[in-house]
């Protein structure tokens, strides 16, 4: 009789080859995912307001572009800010859409946490969501933030039109879980530089100035301080990601040092209604190294879009 920890060794040679032979196809199929990495420009930015909302112990600032179309909320990843979606912002303004941006405490102009106090994620999240008077809304979250967007999807899966989450752990606590991925970050590694970890190696290669770029909003978002964690409001255990309501869409690239493509796929298997898609060439931050391609296939996805044929793009 076979031992749960050799079955679960079983189960994740099965994803992992399974996900392998899937990339192999649909890469040979797909320009977008051979394709080269290119400099894109960030484009002019829309007019937003700007604004702070207030949130026990201190506020966030946001900006928000304004208008009638559905709206779009975006949680940045622990290096950024809401200064980390100038790909996006007019892309998704443009096609008619209301996007809004905040900084979590201790990022760009938000309060700090308090010492040992830092809050619930999603408990800020739904801060800014009452504040602007929004009914249902796009969530989309980015790393570290995913795991804030994670807990509200789970918390209020009423409030949300759709789900995207980019190159996350979403929170997820299982303990194999845990093991398999901290197996992909070995001693030190979180005292590599963010640029060397986040963004793939073909995207340093070849957009040198976009790298900078990059950096610099990191380095402005952050204040050269280490901001701590936030709370989540309970633990996200497998058994309660396989509760998730909304339709998602997971996205990871090949290139990725935290969420590899078979990561992806341990997440994907746990959830009842989720796409999912792997961009090549790609590290940590598929929206910043990909923009073009990544804009283009959430709106799809907003558009009631599907990706089918597993974890391969």
């Known amino acids: 009789m076979t031992s749960p920890a050799d079955r679960g060794r079983v189960a994740r040679r099965t994803v992992l080859a399974s996900t392998l032979a899937c990339t192999a196809v649909d890469a040979a199929a797909s320009g977008d995912v051979c394709a080269p990495i290119r400099p894109v420009p960030v484009p002019d930015q829309v007019p937003a307001r700007e604004g702070f909302v207030d949130v026990v112990g201190g506020r966030l600032w946001f900006w928000d572009t304004g208008g009638d179309g559905p709206a779009v909320v975006l949680v940045h990843p622990g290096s950024g800010s809401a200064l980390s979606w100038p790909h996006q912002q007019p892309v998704f303004a443009r096609a008619g859409y209301r996007v809004i941006a905040y900084s979590r405490r ?34 989309l979250g980015a790393a570290l933030g995913g795991f804030y967007a994670t807990d509200y999807a789970l918390l209020r899966p009423h409030r949300l039109l759709s789900l995207v989450i980019v190159s ?89 040092l935290y969420l590899p493509p078979p990561i992806l796929a341990m997440i994907t298997a746990h959830l009842p209604d989720a796409d999912a898609l792997v961009y090549g060439q790609v590290g940590h931050s598929a929206n910043w190294e990909r923009p073009v391609e990544f804009n283009r296939d959430v709106l799809r996805f907003w558009s009631g879009g599907r990706f089918h044929g597993g974890p391969c793009r």
């Open 106 to 139: 201790g990022h760009y102009r938000s309060s700090p946490p308090e010492p040992g106090n830092p809050g619930v994620g999603a408990d800020d999240l739904h801060a800014v969501v009452r504040h602007l008077g929004l009914r249902r809304f796009h969530l």
């Open 168 to 256: 996350s752990f979403m929170g997820i606590s299982d303990p194999e879980y845990l093991r398999v991925t901290g197996l992909l970050r070995p001693p030190g590694f979180g005292d590599l530089p963010h640029e060397f970890r986040e963004l793939g190696p073909s995207y340093r290669a070849a957009d040198e100035e976009g790298a900078r770029r990059w950096r610099e909003i990191s380095e402005r978002s952050l204040g050269g301080r280490a901001v701590e964690f936030q709370d989540l409001s309970e633990p996200i255990t497998w058994a309660r990601l396989a509760t998730l309501s909304v339709r998602a869409l997971i996205v990871t690239g090949d290139a990725d």
